[in-house]
């Protein structure tokens, strides 16, 4: 019988979810989120230190089921009146934190690039916002319905589209040196599409489902639909252009509005923390590479730390902005602002895009990947700390 090696998924997955438990344990026995202990963990296993095993193939759609259920079940606790009072305030929000991230990314970057395009681009991965790892902690600390959590997850819908629209934008400048309107234009239409569908029609559709799915004598036929409700949504959102988890978090929504809805909670908590969940925040700290730190040189590591503090501050002004414009308190403001500076794998996709582009060479990526690594290592603690303000 051929022995198993630490590259083998089932292995791997047992270090991971033990690693995930442990270490989420240890943290919040020092009233740390269990999400930054799950990440340091995988840092212990992963590239960083031990490197023992990695999240290959097999165990990479987990990882992405993590994300698409965590989001789900967001949608699923989101207080629906509470999300339409903030709707409208989200929208300012958002607005604040795209723009004002890309105008000072832009700019802060340009001394160092020389390059117009490049620092294009390095604001550009700024405005994206990845709330998987907020939702995760303001679930953890029961504080996702409230007036900051529904805002948070409403402006990072918003976030979402606009992120789209500014990548569109840069990918085609780079491409034809202009901006293609009808192009822009046909992607609005697309993602105004996407929504408006899943809205009016969606609805009803998901209501039939459950309906049905109740009627059939089988174990966990609800749960059943339910996830295959999430699946849809997710696939649809990415054919429209939008992201998956956007489209998880919106049949979350949907389904909320059930009469199944807290059965359906309750059953998809218990299958995604036990399993996809903890690949994802793992799989975080197992890809996350602190070698980029020590083996730049003084240049790099100055534009990683400037970058990196603009990414950061630049999320809290912008939202926290658009927030005390739309008459949050100060530190609710602070608040939003925090939960939405996560760039995570949203922050990876576009500096990736970049770099296939020709646009970043390796350096640069590097730059983007590790200004990832700080705003997803410094947002749970920092967010913690923000809801314990009086």
């Not at 029961?142 to 948070?152: H, N, P, V």
């Not at 409403?154 to 085609?172: P, Q, R, S």
């Not at 576009?350 to 590790?370: E, K, P």
């Amino acid at each position: 019988m051929e022995l198993l090696h630490l590259t083998d998924p089932f292995i791997s997955l047992a270090i991971i979810l033990m690693v995930s438990k442990t270490f989420g344990y240890l943290f919040t026995k020092m009233n740390q989120p269990s999400a930054i202990g799950e990440i340091i963990g995988g840092m212990l296993v992963g590239v960083s230190f031990l490197n023992i095993i990695d999240i290959g193939e097999s165990l990479y759609f987990l990882s992405e089921l993590g994300v698409v259920l965590l989001l789900f079940l967001a949608g699923l606790e989101t207080d629906i009146e509470e999300f339409k009072r903030v709707g409208g305030p989200a929208f300012l929000i958002a607005v604040g934190g795209v723009f004002v991230p890309f105008i000072l990314g832009y700019f802060a970057t340009l001394p160092f690039t020389h390059d117009t395009m490049k620092s294009l681009f390095l604001g550009g991965a700024l405005t994206a916002t990845s709330v998987s790892l907020t939702a995760s902690v303001l679930m953890e600390m029961k504080k996702l319905r409230s007036k900051e959590g529904a805002t948070i997850l409403a402006a990072a819908v918003v976030d979402d589209v606009l992120g789209i629209v500014v990548l569109t934008v840069l990918v085609a400048l780079n491409k034809t040196g202009h901006i293609e309107v009808e192009r822009v234009l046909k992607l609005l239409v697309e993602i105004i599409i996407f929504f408006g569908v899943s809205i009016f029609v969606g609805m009803p559709f998901v209501q039939k489902l459950v309906k049905f799915s109740s009627k059939l004598d089988l174990p966990e036929s609800t749960t059943a639909f339910a996830l295959a409700i999430v699946m849809l949504f997710a696939f649809f959102a990415e054919e429209f252009k939008v992201a998956s988890i956007t489209g998880a978090y919106l049949a979350g929504l949907l389904l909320g509005q059930t009469d199944e809805a807290r059965r359906i909670n309750d059953k998809i908590v218990t299958i995604a923390y036990a399993l996809p969940i903890p690949v994802f925040l793992v799989g975080i700290g197992i890809h996350t590479d602190i070698g980029i730190f020590y083996k730049a040189g003084l240049s790099t590591l100055a534009l990683i730390a400037i970058y990196s503090i603009v990414a950061i501050f630049s999320k809290i002004l912008g939202c926290g902005a658009g927030a005390l414009a739309m008459n949050f308190k100060p530190k609710e403001a602070l608040r939003i602002g925090i939960g939405m500076i996560p760039r995570m794998e949203v922050g990876l996709i576009m500096v990736n895009i970049a770099r296939v582009s020709g646009v970043f060479d390796q350096n640069l990526f590097s730059i983007g990947v590790a200004m990832t690594i700080l705003t997803t290592l410094i947002t749970p603690s920092l967010l913690t700390w923000s809801f314990k303000m009086h």
